[in-house]
């Protein structure tokens, strides 16, 4: 989908304080087609709304989520609060993705081109391009991956490390995903969320067809992270006498979503990342028969995707060997990158430091960009004994579409449901 506002927010947020520089597409390839690789050069764009007079602090690197979300027309607000704030954030669009989507030919990348290990020589590129030698390297989410292999790639250019959301190893992570899911929310095992658990489980019992379970599924991670469990049980105990059924409806389009194919141009463009999101990260492994999978989401489009053919990184073993501080954001409502996730990459980073949010879902960046900015603001001024505190990032306010959007869920499901 082409979206002419966007394409003219873009522009202009370009000309405003964006830089391109020239990359090869392919690996070994000199630009004229010469090296081996993928002929012909990209533009990446980087933008850095923070002027020279108002930064403070190390310069931060932030890199969203996706693979497939676009830098410069989705954090914009975000930029402006950090610019406001004194942080000298430098945001670099994936190739493949909004203003660094087409060669210098005007042709779309081709997805050989598109792959991490490129994105993130392209990081460094960015940075050496606007004068930048070391930075805290800020990603969220699939942010969190690329930020992870550049430290393993260019380690000398990595002052610290914050991870809001993280993930660490392909398969690992999805058995951490599916045990924390059915542990929280279908065998009961925590008392927090045992009396939605018991309502899932319920009703998970009685969808005997793959696509009713996958509806399931999309809900239960949707309303959880964004409304919490009690909000989740009554919408799961009215679906099951046969009411809210628009609105469950939905948010099961809403949460199956991630896997969707179509693309917003300068915003979230997954097509030509496809080779990163299943070949290289593994979104498309088949699901493993158990309830709230999360796999079942994605098993529709990947079979029309690459298969995967491994990751490129041991982020395990690079992030051993790291010596920088590591600052890990994590949710305690999080179903996409949990909080054992998270716990673990403490656990093996040497310089480790946990920043728990509580009420929240995943992604920081997203969904509580307050706390994100505070810790950015921290770690580039080498303060981690703030972020130690717990009272820094609870008393923050919650702002922003994703808090209202929750507000909202929360208020329409306790208008229509009982509290019993």
Do not use: C, K
């Amino acid at each position: 989908m082409h979206r002419p506002g966007a394409a003219r927010l873009a522009r202009h947020l370009f000309a405003r304080s964006g830089s391109v520089v020239h990359r090869p597409l392919g690996p070994g390839d000199d630009g004229g087609g010469g090296g081996g690789g993928v002929g012909g050069t990209v533009g990446v764009t980087w933008l850095r709304d923070t002027p020279p007079h108002a930064r403070r602090g190390l310069p931060v690197l932030v890199i969203p989520g996706g693979p497939g979300l676009a830098s410069a027309v989705p954090y914009r607000h975000w930029r402006s609060r950090a610019a406001a704030l004194g942080i000298d954030a430098v945001m670099v669009e994936h190739r493949g993705v909004g203003l660094s989507r087409l060669d210098d030919g005007g042709r779309g990348l081709p997805r050989s081109a598109v792959t991490v290990e490129a994105v993130v020589d392209d990081l460094a590129a960015a940075l050496d391009d606007a004068g930048v030698g070391r930075a805290v390297v800020d990603g969220a989410s699939y942010g969190t991956y690329l930020a992870q292999a550049f430290a393993a790639r260019h380690p000398e250019r990595v002052a610290a490390l914050v991870l809001d959301s993280p993930m660490l190893s392909v398969v690992d992570d999805l058995a951490a995903v599916r045990a924390h899911r059915r542990r929280l929310l279908w065998d009961g095992g925590e008392p927090s969320t045992a009396r939605a658990a018991a309502a899932v489980r319920e009703l998970g019992q009685r969808a005997t067809t793959r696509e009713l379970q996958t509806e399931l599924t999309a809900v239960v991670a949707l309303v959880h992270e964004f409304a919490g469990p009690e909000v989740l049980r009554r919408l799961v105990v009215a679906r099951g006498r046969g009411r809210l059924r628009w609105l469950w409806s939905q948010l099961a389009a809403l949460g199956a979503s991630e896997a969707s194919e179509s693309v917003q141009r300068f915003v979230n463009e997954p097509d030509l990342v496809a080779g990163i999101a299943y070949g290289q990260l593994g979104f498309g492994q088949p699901p493993d028969g158990g309830p709230l999978d999360p796999q079942l989401i994605h098993a529709e489009a990947a079979t029309s995707q690459p298969a995967f053919a491994g990751e490129p990184f041991d982020l395990v073993a690079a992030l051993r060997r790291t010596d920088v501080p590591v600052v890990v954001i994590s949710g305690d409502r999080d179903l996409t990158t949990p909080r054992p996730v998270a716990e673990r990459v403490v656990s093996l980073a040497r310089n480790g430091l946990l920043v728990p949010l509580p009420g929240t879902g995943h992604s920081a960046l997203e969904v509580h960009p307050e706390a994100s900015l505070v810790v950015a603001r921290a770690v580039a001024d080498g303060d981690l004994d703030r972020l130690r505190d717990p009272a820094t990032v609870a008393r923050l306010p919650r702002r922003g579409l994703a808090h209202l959007g929750g507000t909202a869920l929360r208020a329409v499901v306790v208008a229509g449901t009982p509290s019993r």
